[in-house]
């Protein structure tokens, strides 16, 4: 039997790119929001159970976002960093549900965060990067795919939702 090996080119440019807007938003952005709930001492919630779904779903969302990165260099044949694209359309796994999975992720592991540290102003910064996403979506991303990939992307975006 014969095992079918998947090879996958990655590029350092958008790689190192990829894990430097990864840190920016999974670790300095909640590190300074944290920062700033200390200093205006805002209440923590400090309750095992919260810390252990906290846990799971930052878990949860990093292995998501892994996928979702292999299912852009395997079909996309690009990345999740806007400037190295994906060339096409991707409307399999997650993206048949959303059309922006890698940022619900995002939002998941934001959420996390803020269970497993118990800082209540890490609700704001959920807010905050839902708002942002969702205006760089619809001002930016979406008109520059719409663009790129023409005729299929609009097929795609009858069928499935922007978000849920």
Not at 28 to 45: A, D, E, K, M, W
């Amino acid at each position: 039997m014969k095992m079918k090996i998947m090879k996958i080119k990655i590029k350092f440019r958008p790689a190192a790119a990829g894990i430097f807007l990864a840190a920016l938003i999974w670790i300095i952005l909640p590190y300074f929001f944290i920062r700033l709930n200390q200093s205006l001492t805002l209440p923590v919630i400090n309750f095992l159970p919260l810390k252990i779904i906290g846990g799971i779903l930052v878990g949860a969302g990093f292995i998501t976002v892994c996928y979702l990165i292999k299912l852009f260099l395997k079909f996309g044949q690009g990345t999740p960093v806007p400037f190295d694209p994906a060339k096409k359309l991707i409307y399999r796994g997650l993206y048949r549900h959303t059309r922006n999975p890698m940022y619900l992720s995002h939002l998941l592991i934001f959420f996390g965060e803020f269970l497993l540290t118990g800082y209540t102003i890490l609700l704001v910064y959920l807010v905050l990067a839902w708002f942002g996403f969702h205006l760089f979506i619809i001002r930016w991303e979406e008109p520059d795919l719409k663009k790129r990939l023409g005729r299929p992307y609009l097929k795609y975006i009858r069928r499935v939702p922007r978000w849920l």
